[in-house]
């Protein structure tokens, strides 16, 4: 697509990223001031590594902060923990910290599985933790002693409903 077609409001370096997203996907790039339409393309680039880049680039660039903050979201659980912190700096500053937050519980989720977090530490680290996460350590790290202290101290009901449930 030229630049004649695209429009002039969006900015010259969100064009040349959409542009570049577009032909990685052989998708046209119609609608670009859409944001629906941008959130379609942007979503289908994230199944694909090798339009990692660009998209990278166009999250950077976007104006709509919401909507760069929602793909960086839908990024994170699927990039390597080394790449997430470029992802959240390149959001707008008044839009990242869903996205920091978000990045720090994958991380603390991850070390869980791995053992780098010790499941004793679980009772003193839990009532910083948001429900999301209390969730994902029931469903995909499920170690006993966290189990345990999720089942008695977990923020809701569902949790310690769904940790006692675990637990068996």
Known sequence: MSDAELPPELPPELRDALRRVAEHLGRPLSHAPDGHARWELYRAAL?????RPALLEAVAAEPDGALASGVVGEALERLPRAERDTWVQALAPDVRAFCERRAGELATLEDLRSGALAPGRVPELIDT???WLQLRIITEAPDETALRALATTGRTKRIRRTATEALG
């Open 129 to 131: 933790w948001s429900d």
């Open 47 to 51: 199944g694909s590594d090798t339009v």
